[in-house]
């Protein structure tokens, strides 16, 4: 079996290649704001946007053999590291839309040490940088109905009550469903008006494995849309029957929008599955994926996967927050027998 790449390119070739590849970033961040923004700005702000696909070589291929469940890579080259990313406000920073054009590159760390880690992993969320700036803490709940993680901005506090708590993660009975919230107050417990009331920040549904058959997991997210101005539209439901996943069932999507894994692309020639990475995961994991839009498969939204036993790179762009971000990679821990 072999694989086979180009020959090696000269030096004005790749400074040709990464010419093309800058005005492609500057196109896909341009045409990024009206992708994602809401049915009615979108008729304000009407602009037809030329796709344009990147070519260039693999550099990373994530391949997944049946019948084993283990996906394993072909890493051709090195990490690529973050962009340099300052902030004042921590917690402004985890809940506002990644900069257009910026990939924020991040790290999650999984701690399995101790008595009940084990079962209660803690996981952690940092800038994939030189100073591995630290951004979010997150840890399963015990004594839950169904999986419950809360997410805050100190790794030494993931208390519900604490001032540090930013953010939830709330798993339906079969553990196929997730709904991620902010920090605000139950429905139940806020003002008529729920101007205090949480917001839902995301829904996550995994695809229930009715046949048994051994493949990549397919995954849709839900997350709200986006204004004219480029911020996120809020959604205060005042009960679970108007959530966000509730509404996606429904199909109404006001204000909603639609993101689904990237489905990998069969080779023939492997008889595996490959998905393109470019050098940001290392190893082999059930739980490496990209999300896209429906419009631009090229525009990654989001990818996690794995380069360490417990070491998880994940990266994301606009107009994803880290923590709708975090809360995702949460999701893809948690077990599923359902959807294996």
Not at 44 to 69: A, C, R, V
Not at 91 to 105: I, L, S
Not at 284 to 303: C, G, P, R
Request: aromatic residues 8%; glycine residues 4%.
């Amino acid at each position: 079996m072999f694989l086979h790449w180009p020959a090696a390119k000269s030096e004005s070739d790749d400074s040709e290649e990464e010419t093309k590849s800058t005005k492609s970033k500057k196109k896909a961040s341009s045409s990024s704001a009206s992708m994602f923004q809401t049915t009615a700005d979108k008729e304000k702000n009407k602009e037809k946007d030329k796709k344009t696909k990147k070519k260039g070589t693999q550099t990373l291929l994530l391949i997944k053999s049946e019948p084993h469940s283990r996906m394993f890579v072909i890493p051709l080259q090195e990490r690529a590291p973050s962009p340099e990313i300052e902030f004042d406000n921590l917690e402004k920073f985890v809940m506002e839309p990644a900069p257009q054009g910026v990939t924020v590159k991040c790290r999650v760390t999984r701690d399995q040490r101790g008595m009940d880690k084990s079962l209660y992993p803690l996981y952690y969320l940092h800038l994939d940088n030189e100073k591995k700036t630290f951004l979010l803490a997150g840890r399963k709940r015990k004594k839950s109905a169904t999986s419950n993680y809360l997410i805050s901005i100190d790794a030494t506090d993931l208390s519900r009550g604490g001032e540090n708590f930013v953010g939830k993660l709330r798993s339906n009975l079969m553990g196929t469903k997730f709904t991620v919230f902010d920090n605000a107050l139950n429905p139940e417990r806020a003002l008529p008006d729920l101007s205090n009331a949480r917001q839902e920040l995301a829904g996550i549904i995994y695809e229930t494995n009715v046949l048994g058959m051994k493949g990549p997991r397919r995954m849709t997210v839900v997350i709200p849309g986006m204004d004219k101005d480029n911020e996120r539209v809020p959604l205060r439901p005042r009960n679970d029957c108007d959530g966000l996943l509730i509404r996606h069932q429904n199909r109404r999507m006001e204000n909603l929008i639609e993101l689904r894994n990237k489905t990998p692309v069969w080779n023939e020639d492997t008889a595996s599955h490959v998905l393109n990475f470019n050098g940001r995961v290392t190893q082999a994991s059930i739980k490496n994926f990209q999300i896209v839009h429906s419009q631009d498969l090229d525009y990654i939204v989001m990818q996690f996967g794995r380069i360490a036993d417990d070491i998880f790179t994940l990266d994301y762009n606009y107009p994803m927050c880290a923590v709708q971000a975090f809360a995702i990679a949460l999701s893809s821990f948690d077990g599923k027998i359902a959807c294996e």
